[in-house]
Nanobody, 122 residues
C-alpha cells in the first residue's frame, strides 16, 4: 500500500510563494510515476505537474508553467512543488499522487494523499 502525506499548504497573498511537500512510503519513487494535481471549489480535479515514470523528465500544466517547479529528494522519499508568483486562481486543494502505469488522465493516478489547502488572496 502506498502512503502519501502532503504538507506545506496555507494562505498567501498574490505574488507570493509556497512549497508543498509529499512524503511517501518505501520505494515509491522507483515503482511509480509521481505528480501533483489540484481541485478548486466547484471544479474538477486537474493535473498540475508530474515526473515521467523514470523520473528523468518533468511535465507541467500550461497554467503553471514557468511559475511552479516539481522536484524530489530520493533519499528522503519526498517530492516537492515550489510555487512562485501565485495567483488567486491557484487556490485549490493540492494532492500528491502516484501512478503504476502510463499517465494520460486524472483517472490514471492510483494513489492519492489527503490533500493540502492552498489559498491565494488578491
Amino acid at each position: 500500500q502506498v502512503q502519501l502525506v502532503e504538507s506545506g499548504g496555507g494562505l498567501v497573498q498574490a505574488g507570493g510563494s509556497l512549497r508543498l511537500s509529499c512524503t511517501t512510503s518505501g520505494r515509491t519513487f522507483s515503482s511509480y510515476a509521481m505528480g501533483w494535481l489540484r481541485q478548486a471549489p466547484g471544479k474538477e480535479r486537474e493535473f498540475v505537474a508530474r515526473f515521467s515514470w523514470s523520473g528523468a523528465n518533468t511535465y507541467y500544466a500550461d497554467s503553471v508553467k514557468g511559475r511552479f517547479t516539481i522536484s524530489r529528494d530520493n533519499a528522503k522519499n519526498t517530492m516537492y512543488l515550489q510555487m512562485n508568483s501565485l495567483k488567486p486562481e491557484d487556490t485549490a486543494v493540492y494532492y500528491c499522487a502516484a501512478a503504476r502505469g502510463l499517465v494520460r488522465t486524472v483517472s490514471s493516478w492510483d494513489y492519492w494523499g489527503q490533500g493540502t489547502q492552498v489559498t491565494v488572496s488578491s
